[in-house]
């Protein structure tokens, strides 16, 4: 049960969302050996072991993951969970994947039921399969050396679903928890499509939400889920492979008004208490609105956790009456503070290194301009300066 050496780059197409078995089967299917793997459940020390089967989904031939094991009965509790996996003979790294996922769990049902992690009562969730369910994902994860995880968005299905607490909708209260701040997709299916072991795997694990990244795909895993659909196949695909490029991703959100009443001041002020309130950008495009108005589309660039408090400046100081938001995957190259010394003094800015590996130097503005007027010289001569001071032999690539 050795790690792989890491690096890969998983992407997971939910088109028909995500459950534990769905996940774990795309896995074996994708490459993970089974022997393996069950060498991990054996050692969880519950009976439990996996047995793969081919099936075909809507003519799509996928790979169907069964835990076979003995009967049992009562609940576990998260302290239960931890010392099964403690003792087991997973890696250190594999251990925390695992228990990352049931905290998370115990969270998300604690929240729901009122009560604290301690106490929460794992009905589902705490039996054999998806205890197997997802220390599998742990251990297939680091054989396929997969260091990343990106998922499209999450179709959650629409309907009913029977559980000991009785007859809920879909989502599922645990489920719509743990989906809380990603991305779900449209769907009409009627069917629990991503189950809350899925759910728990894709808030803790995937880094990444949206479209196929650019990577050189190797393999492409086939997941099959236990229902069969009638609108399309039950099937989790799982792409690997490596980054065309090793960029950095991040999901941040856009937050997007048109005003054709607010004059260029308000404006103004307006892009200034964004940009103070932690705004990443704040730009804005003149556009042409209806009966032939000159307007301006105001639009913002920010973190999650900032949506909401931009959303109030913006409502404050526009005379907007509505706010188009939606979350954007990006790239971005590596980058730190750097500081160079010119014959005027330090210059600070930032290094960054592009997709060659080639480290680059930008000089912050404010800092030449700083320089400039106190020198009385030309800002673009201190900028040249400063680009001439930086020595990109002192600085590796990031990304070996």
Known sequence: MGEASVGKIAYLDCSSGISGDMMLAALVDAGASLEVLNEAVESLGLGARLVAGEVKKKGIRALKITVE?????????????????????????????????????????????????????????????????????????????????????????????????GRLPVPAPATGELLCGIPLADSFVQAELTTPTGAAIVACLVEEFGPLPAIRIERIGYGAGSRDLQEQPNILRLFLGEPIHQLGTDTVWILETNLDDTSGEWIGYCTGQLLEAGALDVYTTAIQMKKNRPAVKLSVLCRAEDVGRLEQILFQETTTLGIRRWPVSRHLLPRSCHRVQTAWGPIEGKVYWGPDGQARFSPEFDACQRVAVQQRLPLRTVYDAALRAFDPTQFSSPNP
């Open 69 to 165: 094991h003995p009967p049992q009965s009562g609940h576990r509790h998260l302290e239960h969970i931890q010392r099964i996996i403690e003792q087991s003979r997973l890696t250190d790294r594999q251990k925390k994947t695992a228990l990352t996922v049931f905290v998370r769990i115990a969270q998300a049902e604690a929240k729901v039921h009122g009560t604290t992690v301690e106490k929460v009562h794992f009905h589902e969730l705490g039996a054999v399969d998806s205890i197997v369910d997802i220390c599998g994902v742990a251990v297939g994860l680091d054989l396929l050396g997969i260091d990343r995880l990106a998922a499209s968005p999450i179709p959650v299905g629409s309907g009913w679903v029977q559980t000991e607490h």
